[in-house]
């Protein structure tokens, strides 16, 4: 029997991969972003905050935490049936930082999680990524009971680049984050052509 073209089966689609970090400061909800929107368990390393890294873990604005990531976040998500990320939560404490190489490696672009009550947080994981020329932009975690403040201020304190990009988000929320993802990956896109032209003017 011989079939039409519409009645053949679609071959698979080999989908693209692309490798996000999500960076930030301690307790800004990176392990919680991974989470919302992994499509498989996501793997974690956590470990529980004991009295040996209190003078070292800043717990100001988040003391309900009791956890925190030594090594990385691990999560997947298919954001079309061409294109599945992986997302690697980096660790926030200065201590486990000499990852962060590591992790960068072969990355498309990065998150970086702020929260506004502790901005000078997400510093470090700014300056890390303008330094390598890395693609990024600037989640603003909105954490119930934070202050909310206009995007432009926000901007302003970061003493961001016009370019680079400014989203609020809800890391808890699968909808949200997803959002920030599809951003993060059209700016990265954007970023490449511009790096293109700029190399060949």
């Known amino acids: 029997m011989i079939f039409g073209r519409s009645e053949r089966a679609k071959a698979p689609v080999e989908p693209v991969t692309l490798k996000i970090l999500v960076a930030g400061g301690f307790g800004v909800g990176k392990t919680t972003l991974v989470g919302a929107v992994s499509e498989i368990r996501p793997l974690r390393t ?79 994981a700014i300056d890390y990524f303008e330094r390598r020329s890395i693609p990024f932009l600037v989640g603003v975690n909105c954490f119930e009971g934070a202050a909310r403040h206009p995007v432009e201020s926000v901007r302003q304190a970061l003493d961001l680049d016009d370019d680079v990009p400014l989203l609020l988000t809800d890391a808890r929320d699968r909808e949200s984050v997803k959002a920030v993802l599809v951003g993060l990956v059209q700016h990265a896109m954007e970023y490449a052509v511009d790096r293109r032209g700029a190399v060949v003017r």
């Open 46 to 124: 956590e470990e529980l905050l004991t009295e040996a890294g209190r003078p070292v873990d800043d717990t100001s604005g988040v003391e309900g935490k009791h956890t925190t990531t030594v090594a990385m976040d691990f999560g997947r998500i298919t954001l079309r049936e061409d294109l599945v990320l992986y997302l690697f939560g980096t660790p926030g404490q200065e201590r486990f930082w000499f990852m962060w190489d590591e992790l960068s490696e072969g990355a498309l672009g990065a998150v970086v999680l702020a929260d506004t009550r502790r901005l000078e947080d997400c510093f470090a």
